[in-house]
């Protein structure tokens, strides 16, 4: 199995940063894409951002020129450095990664983001 711990999420002031990180562990042979969620209370949990193994990115409108997202395959490490925090990205953060080898998707516990106004 594998296991995904996050970590970097907390209180921020609106415009501020915040840089999550998160960790894959286990049996890992060969992760594919790995990327970012959120779940704002009351609302389905959305896509944030996500990134293929070879680095070609995607993400939401909504982030767009505010997050980045990158990874370090050999820590098999995923990052989303978040500047210009507003408070409309306030949620629980989670990751996701898919292990083609299981052919399976694995989620992180989620990491609490809070941006104040």
């Known amino acids: 199995q594998v296991q995904l711990v996050e970590s970097g999420g907390g209180l921020v002031q609106a415009g501020g940063s915040l840089r999550l990180s998160c960790a894959a562990s286990?049996?890992?042979?060969?992760?594919?894409?790995m990327g970012w969620y959120r779940q704002a209370p009351g609302k389905q949990r959305e896509l944030v951002a996500t990134?293929?193994?070879?680095?070609?990115?995607n993400y939401a409108d909504s982030v767009k020129g505010r997050f980045t997202i990158s990874r370090d395959n050999a820590r098999s490490t995923v990052y989303m450095q978040m500047n210009s925090l507003k408070p409309e990205d306030t949620a629980v953060y989670y990751c996701?990664?898919?292990?083609?080898?299981?052919?399976?998707?694995?989620w992180g516990q989620g990491t609490q983001v809070t941006v104040s106004s």
């Open positions: 286990g049996s890992i042979f060969s992760l594919d894409t």
């Open positions: 990134i293929a193994r070879g680095g070609t990115t």
């Open positions: 996701n990664a898919y292990v083609p080898i299981f052919n399976s998707y694995y």
